[in-house]
């Protein structure tokens, strides 16, 4: 697998039930881990999915809904026994901010580790990490209460040197950094060597969107254009349009759309109500639109650096 990973945790919605936990995934990038939404049963996930609490960094919050946020109490304690060190910074709203800090002052008063937290705008598009490889985006989502999707993308990576064309002209070490971010080399003798001689292309960026709890909106297209994987909530299928407009959530056809009209690689269903007994009719709905469709299942993992491969992207824990 590559070192860009997704660790699908919880695909369910409002409340937990014996086929689906509520929603919860950890992005695995390069060894770092960063958790999206923590509803209630991640810390058990983690365990299962053998991934190290002392590697968790970050958690983004899409809303201070119940089965988004209500495992994050529980999770910030675990890693306070663990003697978890260093920074964990969740990523929330004003409003998350105070709730969350008044639990753990009252439950976790001493951490060993040093919790923070960065304030998320629900009403605009912007940057909430910066990382030397990776930035993450909050974009604004409609739902019933203040909600935002986040945009994980990877920056561009430097081009591969040709090790037989950096030993035939003896290149400096010192050179060789700014080779591979696309200049051209003089030689000593005041030749030139152009950079495309001397290097193959990088490896592509990848990027991940994920979409939470959100009404149909067809301008979100926009803002997900071209991403190679998107999440995007399903918690119904067709028959149920009336009663996913009444409570902003989307059918599995309608996030079928977005994929389309964003022209996307890959499209993630997730965030399934408890009423349906399997999500065939989500998968053959969406599919209908948008064929480069996964359903996702708890303990699923997605390749997310093989994006021109769908099926071999996907593994399941067992």
């Known amino acids: 697998m590559s070192d860009f990973k997704l660790n699908i945790l919880g695909c369910g919605s409002a409340t937990p039930s014996l086929r689906h936990l509520p929603a919860c995934q950890v992005i695995d990038y390069r060894g770092s881990l960063m958790m999206i939404d923590c509803g209630e049963g991640a810390q058990l996930s983690m365990r299962r999915q053998r ?11 899409s ?3 119940g089965d988004h946020c209500l495992g994050l109490p529980g999770l910030l304690s675990t890693l306070a026994l663990q003697d978890k060190g260093g920074a964990l910074t969740v990523h929330t709203f004003a409003d998350g901010v105070k709730i969350f800090s008044e639990i753990m002052d009252f439950f976790c008063r001493e951490r060993p580790f040093d919790l923070q937290f960065n304030v998320v705008d629900s009403t605009r598009r912007q940057t909430v990490l910066d990382l030397p490889g990776l930035a993450v985006e909050a974009i604004p989502l409609r739902h019933r209460v203040p909600c935002v999707g986040y945009i994980f993308r990877e920056k561009p990576k430097p081009r ?6 950096v030993k035939f002209l003896d290149i400096p070490v010192s050179k060789l950094h700014d080779i591979k971010c696309g200049a051209d080399y003089a030689a000593p003798d005041g030749r030139v060597f152009a950079n495309d001689m001397l290097t193959t292309p990088a490896d592509p960026a990848i990027s991940y969107a994920y979409c939470s709890d959100t009404v149909f909106t067809p301008s979100l297209a926009r803002e997900v254009e071209g991403v190679d994987w998107l999440y995007h909530e399903a918690t119904y299928t067709d028959e149920a349009s009336v ?3 009444e409570r902003y959530h989307s059918t599995a056809s309608e996030a079928a759309r977005i994929a389309a009209d964003a022209h996307v690689g890959h499209l993630l ?3 399934f109500s408890k009423a349906y007994t399997d999500e065939s009719t989500h998968l053959a709905e969406a599919r209908a639109i948008f064929p480069s469709t996964t359903v996702c299942d708890e303990g699923m993992i997605v390749d997310l650096g093989q ?8 593994a399941r824990v067992r």
């Open 51 to 61: 991934l190290k609490f002392s590697r968790l960094n970050h958690i983004f919050i």
């Open 243 to 245: 009663r996913a407009r």
């Open 307 to 314: 994006r021109h491969d769908r099926d071999r992207s996907l």
């Open 160 to 165: 591969h040197l040709r090790g037989d064309m």
């Open 269 to 271: 269903l997730g965030h």
């Open 63 to 65: 809303h201070l809904h």
